[in-house]
């Protein structure tokens, strides 16, 4: 990809950052590289971390026997996302520069991916075993990961509010669509986390890009202060050259003076 593609690719994902929040400041190309850096870096813990519950889930649940084929197929989806995830968090060095685009797209489907699998998957849990424990167990992992979503994912905020909606919702449909008063329940509380994980991760998101555009411009003010203290040193170093000169040239003034009375 040549240089041009990149600075196009990287103009064109900081407007659509811009209009997440309009209080915040004009984005850099550094702002944007480090916030989708970030992004990877934060989701390399739990990138894994669906498939681990998930195997969890069915071992310890009557799920792996009454559901084998969905049981496995649900692993290996999650399981090829996480691992998408872990590469381009471990390798956006290599990656990220080849295309941003590119791998801004990539990230975003992984973890679409995972959120839809792991909500669909809940859903079918939460409607086939209401008052049981898997449909329990389900549950409480679900308010885990996207506890843990939202803090991972706080960087950017459409990808926060897209991905627990789509981890959220299906689970809350279900609900509703089972007649028990604990289905009734839970859909509730799925709804009300979605409003609460929308408030907490707003909060974070600003927090993040607050504190970045606060290390920019300390660094600027460093950068400044570093280019005055040059020029200070430079203006120093060539008023000690012209100081020395004057009295270099005065004291030959002065001997000559004294060889011609002489």
Same mark, same amino acid.
């Given at each position: 990809?040549?240089?041009?593609?990149?600075?196009?690719?990287?103009?064109?994902?900081?407007?659509?950052?811009?209009?997440?929040?309009?209080?915040?400041?004009?984005?850099?190309?550094?702002?944007?590289?480090?916030?989708?850096?970030?992004?990877?870096?934060?989701?390399?813990?739990?990138?894994?971390?669906?498939?681990?519950?998930?195997?969890?889930?069915?071992?310890?649940?009557?799920?792996?026997?009454?559901?084998?084929?969905?049981?496995?197929?649900?692993?290996?989806?999650?399981?090829?996302?996480?691992?998408?995830?872990?590469?381009?968090?471990?390798?956006?060095?290599?990656?990220?520069?080849?295309?941003?685009?590119?791998?801004?797209?990539?990230?975003?489907?992984?973890?679409?991916?995972?959120?839809?699998?792991?909500?669909?998957?809940?859903?079918?849990?939460?409607?086939?075993?209401?008052?049981?424990?898997?449909?329990?167990?389900?549950?409480?992992?679900?308010? /885990?990961?996207?506890?843990?979503?939202? %803090?991972?994912?706080?960087?950017?905020?459409?990808?926060?509010?897209?991905? %627990?909606?789509? %981890?959220?919702?299906?689970?809350?449909?279900?609900?509703?669509?089972?007649?028990?008063?604990?289905?009734?329940?839970? /859909?509730?509380?799925?709804?009300?986390?979605?409003?609460?994980?929308?408030?907490?991760?707003?909060?974070?998101?600003?927090?993040?890009?607050?504190?970045?555009?606060?290390?920019?411009?300390?660094?600027?003010?460093?950068?400044?202060?570093?280019?005055?203290?040059?020029?200070?040193?430079?203006?120093?170093?060539?008023?000690?050259?012209?100081?020395?000169?004057?009295?270099?040239?005065?004291?030959?003034?002065?001997?000559?003076?004294?060889?011609?009375?002489?």
């Amino acid at each position: 990809v040549s240089a041009g593609g990149r600075s196009d690719s990287r103009v064109e994902y900081g407007k659509t950052m811009k209009t997440e929040d309009s209080s915040r400041n004009e984005l850099t190309r550094d702002d944007i590289t480090q916030a989708n850096r970030d992004l990877g870096n934060q989701g390399l813990p739990g990138s894994m971390f669906y498939s681990a519950i998930w195997l969890l889930i069915i071992f310890s649940t009557p799920v792996a026997k009454d559901w084998a084929y969905l049981s496995w197929t649900v692993f290996v989806l999650l399981t090829v996302a996480g691992l998408l995830r872990l590469i381009l968090g471990i390798r956006f060095e290599d990656l990220y520069f080849r295309s941003p685009a590119g791998w801004l797209a990539s990230y975003y489907g992984a973890v679409i991916s995972q959120a839809i699998v792991w909500g669909g998957t809940t859903a079918f849990l939460l409607w086939q075993y209401v008052t049981d424990w898997p449909a329990y167990l389900s549950g409480f992992s679900t308010a /885990g990961i996207v506890a843990g979503g939202t %803090i991972s994912l706080s960087t950017h905020l459409r990808l926060q509010r897209s991905y %627990i909606v789509i %981890i959220l919702l299906p689970g809350i449909i279900a609900c509703w669509l089972v007649p028990h008063p604990t289905a009734y329940a839970l /859909g509730i509380l799925f709804l009300l986390a979605i409003g609460f994980l929308f408030a907490i991760g707003r909060k974070l998101n600003r927090s993040y890009w607050t504190s970045l555009e606060n290390n920019r411009l300390l660094t600027r003010r460093a950068e400044q202060l570093a280019e005055a203290k040059i020029k200070a040193e430079s203006a120093d170093r060539a008023k000690s050259q012209f100081v020395a000169s004057v009295r270099s040239e005065t004291v030959i003034f002065k001997a000559g003076s004294i060889n011609r009375w002489a």
